[in-house]
């Protein structure tokens, strides 16, 4: 992966008690949205600690686009409230006593006016919060809440963004109301994010990078779509497994609200999701297909229902449980997952480097 010097450098050992220690030297992009990803207890809170400077990690090293925030070698230690950074958690601290407004301007205080890169109308159109300015935070849902805490932290022009589970405390709904805001801020703004989650989805959606740990160290890191389709990674998300596919709305047949989307592998054409807004030619879109969703043929199949019918070659499969096997593909370069049943695998004969015809069924268009 590239080195350039507004990566973060993250290079941190904070150990807890006896039975935990957080090990990791890890160089990740200075842009975009990387997901921190692993099981309860495997360290993420406790690495996005540590580079806010609320743990010091011993030994520790961080560099943030070029800052220094820690260095023992160099005896350098920025305490918290020198680093650039703006921090959300699953619950929103804000001042109860205080309006949106009042706790807007508060964030605002922190940096010297110089210093500011999000301007606070940039940041509460950002969150579409201009409503909300004259409430006081008790007037307002856990998804609003999280929209003004986002808004409070982007106001302090941060050099980095960690988010921590910010969507975990919220119900279905409520998530699904403060997603599509974080894909805006993804796409939007230039500001570095962490961001910490459970959830596959959320990971689907909105991250460019994909940072793995367990018990403690990084066990896989790298662009997230291709993270997700790495057989040993997948196995262990189950019924969710699948690949992720960056494309472009070719045409849209509106007759029967089909999408087609061109990617490397070639077009996929996709359901248009009813209640969102119709997309353009031209369109950045990303979807989803889930292994399960994929079935395998030797020959491309006339007279069936399915819509996409793409040409691919095996690249490895592995058994998953005494019945499946999960099978990994390329499709003109593009990585895809199919979940087959171990009979059809021994059917077909699939091997490495076997070409096939993946045969996708179900496709979501996430953003
Ligand atoms: N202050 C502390 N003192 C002792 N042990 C701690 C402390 N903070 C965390 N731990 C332990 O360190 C390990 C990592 O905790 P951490 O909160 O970083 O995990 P996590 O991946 O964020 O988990 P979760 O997804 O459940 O939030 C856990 O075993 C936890 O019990």
Redesign the pocket.
């Known amino acids: 992966m590239s080195t350039s010097p507004d990566d973060l450098a993250l290079c941190a050992r904070v150990r807890?008690?006896a039975?935990?220690t957080?090990d990791v030297d890890l160089r990740l992009p200075g842009q975009g949205v990387t997901a921190v990803f692993?099981?309860?207890?495997?360290?993420?809170?406790?690495?996005l600690r540590a580079v806010a400077g609320l743990t010091r990690p011993a030994p520790g090293r961080i560099v943030v686009a070029g800052e220094v925030w820690q260095d023992d070698a160099a005896r350098i230690w920025r305490p918290t409230h020198q680093r650039p950074l703006g921090v959300v958690f699953q619950e929103a601290s804000l001042f109860e006593h205080l309006t949106v407004q009042g706790n807007l301007d508060f964030g605002l205080k922190r940096v010297p006016a110089a210093q500011r890169q999000v301007s606070l109308p940039h940041a509460v159109d950002l969150l579409g919060i201009g409503h909300l300015l004259g409430r006081r935070p008790a007037q307002l849902s856990g998804g609003e809440r999280q929209r003004v805490a986002i808004a409070r932290a982007l106001a302090t022009s941060p050099r980095l963004l960690l988010l921590d589970?910010p969507l975990a405390a919220l119900d279905a709904a409520r998530k699904a109301e403060v997603l599509p805001w974080f894909e805006r801020l993804a796409r939007e703004l230039r500001t570095p994010m962490l961001y910490?989650t459970?959830s596959l989805d959320e990971v689907a959606r909105l991250a460019d990078h994909l940072l793995l740990?367990k018990d403690?160290r990084a066990v896989a890191q790298g662009p997230v779509a291709g993270l997700l389709a790495r057989l040993d990674i997948a196995q262990s998300h189950g019924d969710a497994a699948g690949a992720l596919i960056d494309g472009v709305v070719e045409r849209i047949e509106a007759d029967y609200q089909l999408l087609h989307v061109r990617f490397a592998g070639g077009t996929i054409q996709c359901v248009h999701a009813p209640g969102t807004p119709l997309r353009q030619p031209g369109e950045r879109v990303r979807l989803r297909v889930q292994a399960r969703d994929v079935s395998l043929t030797l020959r491309a199949a006339q007279d069936t229902s399915i819509l996409n019918v793409l040409p691919a070659s095996v690249t490895s499969l592995v058994a998953d449980g005494p019945a499946q096997t999960l099978v990994a593909l390329d499709a003109g370069g593009t990585p895809l997952l199919a979940r087959v049943t171990r009979k059809s695998a021994d059917a077909l004969g699939l091997a490495p480097g076997q070409p096939v015809f993946a045969q996708i069924k179900g496709v979501a268009v996430l953003d």
Do not use: A, P
Not at 38 to 47: A, E, I, P, V
């Open positions: 807890h008690g039975d935990f957080l692993g099981s309860s207890g495997c360290g993420k809170t406790t690495l589970e910490v459970h740990l403690g």
